[in-house]
């Protein structure tokens, strides 16, 4: 496995979206969940990516955190070193719907249960999960301030964020945010101000939804020929390909693809070995 870094810290060049596991669509069975989380770990992965919103139900808030601690804690292998980064800011009332709530009172009362959940005294990394329209971006950022300094997080990281609330962000947080996570994909590129800005600033770039989202994933080759006709060429599937075209933007980016299936995240781990040529990374760029 390869490694890239998030802050001070050594995580692998791709990591384990949890969102498949627990929102609509998601395995009847949590224990082929745990199967999945335990086979990333098998292969090297160390940053498995949740948040507190990632449930169906309004009364299993955190349904994904809970999950990710039941599979580490059952793991047979060292955990030492596994990023758990999570996130806070986002709510689901239960009807399919998402909702933001960036108050700074929910911010830090959002990171308190999730310490619970987790089971750890300070969370590796917590992502303030989208702009509260509601709330002054600075006061949201500050909440998040406020934890990093009393030690209830290790590192802070923004989600959904544009250049300036980045620019804002690392102001308010005194220069220590380690992270960005945007949606970027072969289907959405507008993503690229911010990726390039992180690249600038040395700040982690975690594309969410890289192979395009759950419901489009499986397609990412028929919809998209040109990752198709170098996947074929190299014998190897479309997803990986656009993994590898990800790692390709920047060194500090680090895909975080959901799986549900223990077989979808080893495909998505072999892109790390893959090294696209010049040539093919005009086709996926600009084919």
Known sequence: MKNRRIGAVEVSAIGLGGMPMSVEGRPDDDNRSIRTIHAALDAGVTLIDTADSYHVHA??????????????AGYG????????????????????TWGEDGRPEQIRAACEASLKRLGVESIGLYQHHRPDLSVPYADSI??????????????????????????????????????????????????????MLCDELGIAFLPWAPLGGSAQAAQLGSRFQPF??????????????????????????????GARRPESILDSVAATALTLDDDELAALTFG
């Open 142 to 195: 500050g909440a998040v301030r406020d934890l990093l300094d009393e030690g209830k997080i290790q590192m802070a990281g923004i989600s959904n964020a544009n250049p300036e609330q980045i620019r804002q962000a690392q102001e308010i947080l005194g220069g220590r945010l380690v992270s960005v996570q945007n949606q970027f994909s072969p289907a959405f590129r507008s993503s690229e101000p911010e990726l």
């Open 228 to 257: 198709a006709d170098v996947a074929a060429s190299r014998g190897v599937s479309p997803q990986q390909i656009c993994l590898a075209w990800h790692l390709a933007q920047s060194p500090v980016v680090i895909p975080i693809p």
């Open 77 to 96: 292998g060292d955990t030492s070193d596994v990023l758990v980064a999570t996130k806070g800011g986002m709510f689901r009332p239960g009807d399919g």
């Open 59 to 72: 009364d299993e808030v955190g349904h994904n955190e809970s999950l990710i601690a039941r599979a580490l």
